[in-house]
C-alpha cells in the first residue's frame, strides 16, 4: 500500500515487476510502523552487525532507549544523492536503510576505488547523503538485503567502495530477520501485535526469504534406536517375495551377455 501511496507503483500496476522491492519495503515496514517500536521494529533492528564492537554496542544503547511511536518513517526522501528507501527519525538519531530483494547494488565505480564524497556506489552516496542530513544527529546507515546479496557487498566495505567515516554502516539479512520473527511471535502475544507479526513473516515466507534450517527439527521429532541389526541369512528369506525379470533364459537354446566386476561375458549353450 506505501509503494502506491507514494507513486512507487502506478494506479494500473503495470510497472509491478520493476518495483518488487519498493512493494516489499512498502509492505514490511508499513505494517511494522503501527506496532510501539520496542514490540516490532526495535526487535528486528536488533539484528544489525556493524563493523566493530563500539558500534555494537552503541547500536543496542540506543534501541534500548526508543520506544512507542516516537519516529519517523519516511519512505524513498528525495535528494540530490538519490532516495534511500527508508528514513527512520529519531529525536536524536537518524537510520537510513537500503532494501534489496532480488537485485544488487544499483550503481558502482568503475575502476579504482574514490573518495565516498566522489564515488558513484549507491551506498557511499547514501553515506554521504546520511551525513549531509546530519545537523546535530547521529546518524547509521543500513543494507538490508537476503544473506548472499549482503554478503557480498559486505566484504566489499573498504575494497570496491567507503562511505563516510561519520556514518557507521550495518548490515542485516532477511532470513536473519524472519529468524527473529518467528522468536517475537510468543504463544502469549494477542490482538495486533500478534495479527502484525505474523503477516510480516507469512510475508517473508511467500517471497523465499526464510532460512532452509535442514533437518534439524524432523530429527528431534524421531525417535532412533541405537541397538544392532541381526542378520538371519538367507534362509529366513521367501524366495518367492522376490521380484525377479519376466523373461525366463533357457540355457540350452539361447546365448546371453552378462556383467562380472571383471567386465561383460558371454554366454552361448553351443
Same mark, same amino acid.
Do not use: C
Given at each position: 500500500m506505501i509503494s502506491e501511496i507514494k507513486g512507487k507503483i502506478s494506479s494500473t500496476g503495470s510497472n509491478l515487476s #520493476?518495483?518488487?522491492? &519498493?512493494?516489499?519495503?512498502?509492505?514490511?515496514?508499513?505494517?511494522?510502523?503501527?506496532?510501539?517500536? $520496542?514490540?516490532g521494529l526495535k526487535g528486528i533492528l536488533e539484528e544489525v552487525e556493524f563493523? !566493530?564492537? /563500539?558500534?555494537? $554496542?552503541e547500536w543496542v544503547q540506543f534501541l534500548n532507549r526508543q520506544s512507542g511511536f516516537d519516529l &519517523?518513517?519516511? @519512505?524513498?526522501?528525495?535528494?540530490?544523492? *538519490? $532516495?534511500? &528507501?527508508?528514513l527512520l527519525e529519531f529525536e536524536d538519531t537518524l537510520v537510513g536503510i537500503e532494501v534489496k530483494y532480488r537485485s544488487g547494488i544499483s550503481s558502482e565505480d568503475s575502476g579504482e576505488i574514490v573518495s565516498y564524497d566522489q564515488s558513484l556506489h549507491q551506498l557511499s552516496k547514501y553515506s554521504h547523503m546520511m551525513e549531509s542530513l546530519a545537523n546535530t544527529k547521529r546518524t547509521y546507515l543500513i543494507f538490508l538485503a537476503p544473506f548472499p546479496i549482503q554478503?557480498? /557487498?559486505?566484504?566489499?566495505?573498504?575494497? #570496491? @567502495? !567507503?562511505?563516510?567515516?561519520? /556514518?557507521?554502516? *550495518? @548490515?542485516? !539479512?532477511?532470513e536473519d530477520i524472519h529468524t527473529k520473527l518467528v522468536k517475537m511471535e510468543s504463544p502469549t502475544l494477542e490482538g495486533?501485535?500478534?495479527?502484525?507479526?505474523? #503477516?510480516v513473516r507469512e510475508l517473508l $515466507? /511467500?517471497?523465499?526469504?526464510?532460512?532452509?534450517?535442514g533437518f534439524e527439527n524432523l530429527l528431534e521429532e524421531v525417535n532412533i534406536h541405537?541397538?544392532?541389526?541381526?542378520?538371519?541369512?538367507?534362509?529366513?528369506?521367501?524366495?518367492?517375495?522376490?521380484a525377479w525379470p519376466d523373461y525366463q533364459f533357457e540355457e540350452e537354446n539361447n546365448a546371453y551377455v552378462y556383467h562380472t566386476n571383471k567386465g561383460w561375458k558371454y554366454h552361448s549353450s553351443n
Open positions: #520493476d518495483r518488487l522491492e &519498493d512493494k516489499l519495503t512498502g509492505d514490511f515496514f508499513g505494517a511494522l510502523r503501527y506496532l510501539p517500536f $520496542e514490540q563493523t !566493530n564492537a /563500539v558500534e555494537n $554496542e &519517523d518513517y519516511r @519512505f524513498w526522501p528525495r535528494h540530490s544523492k *538519490g $532516495e534511500i &528507501d527508508l554478503n557480498l /557487498v559486505q566484504q566489499g566495505i573498504g575494497i #570496491d @567502495f !567507503n562511505i563516510a567515516s561519520s /556514518v557507521p554502516m *550495518g @548490515f542485516i !539479512n532477511w495486533t501485535p500478534k495479527y502484525i507479526l505474523s #503477516d $515466507e /511467500v517471497k523465499g526469504l526464510k532460512r532452509f534450517n541405537y541397538s544392532p541389526y541381526k542378520y538371519e541369512g538367507l534362509k529366513t528369506i521367501s524366495k518367492s517375495s522376490w
